[in-house]
């Protein structure tokens, strides 16, 4: 094997996907959860959660391309089928741009219902639209439709992750998860 070839991704690579990862599950939980409640001060609060986790989200996946972009992914198994690494290409970049818009959409949809973001409390994030009660509620849908779109994409991540893991055995799912042999990373 090639000295510069990367075989597992970097640590902080890692560290970014799994953070994403849980932050996507936690604001997938926390917006069904908090969607059916009824007006109160604890929906308000949930939803100013949600808001500043999206935020967060966005921020981190500026982070996580701009790693993406200048450290190079190890390579598809070999004996995977060209389908299936278009498959993969595919999924990935689905979710990337799931990853970007489903934080713009919240946005648009707050700025839209007049309910400004405020990052933690102490940081405003300017309205990118003014107030519109009907597009509000458009954007109410969009959000949800691409939340579930979201689902059903992860859903499919993960089955190939266990996949590759379970069936292929081809140390697929190993190059995401924590490492203790730093020699096979590409720093």
């Known amino acids: 094997m090639n000295e510069n070839t990367v075989t597992t991704y970097t640590a902080t690579a890692k560290i970014l996907h799994w953070l994403m990862a849980l932050l996507l599950f936690a604001m997938l939980g926390l917006g069904f959860y908090m969607s059916d409640l009824p007006l109160s001060p604890q929906k308000l609060q949930l939803y100013s959660w949600h808001k500043w ?15 993406r972009i200048t450290h190079q992914p190890p390579a598809l198994p070999p004996h995977m089928p060209k389908i ?7 999924g ?4 990337y741009v799931l990853m970007l818009v489903i934080p713009l959409s919240g946005w648009l949809m707050s700025s839209a219902k ?6 933690f409390g102490v940081l405003p994030i300017p309205d990118l639209i003014e107030k519109n009660k009907e597009l509000g509620a458009v954007l109410v849908e969009v959000h ?11 859903v499919a991540h993960i089955a190939a992750a266990v996949k590759h893991h379970l069936l292929d055995k081809d140390g697929t799912l190993l190059r995401m998860l924590p490492s203790k042999s730093p020699s096979s990373t590409h720093e």
């Open 53 to 67: 986790a999206g935020v967060s989200a966005f921020i981190l996946l500026v982070i996580r391309l701009a790693w």
């Open 144 to 154: 949800e439709l691409l939340n579930i779109i979201l689902i059903v994409v992860l």
């Open 84 to 90: 299936h690494q278009w498959a993969a290409h595919l």
């Open 114 to 119: 007049g309910f400004q973001t405020v990052w």
């Open 92 to 95: 990935h970049g689905a979710l």
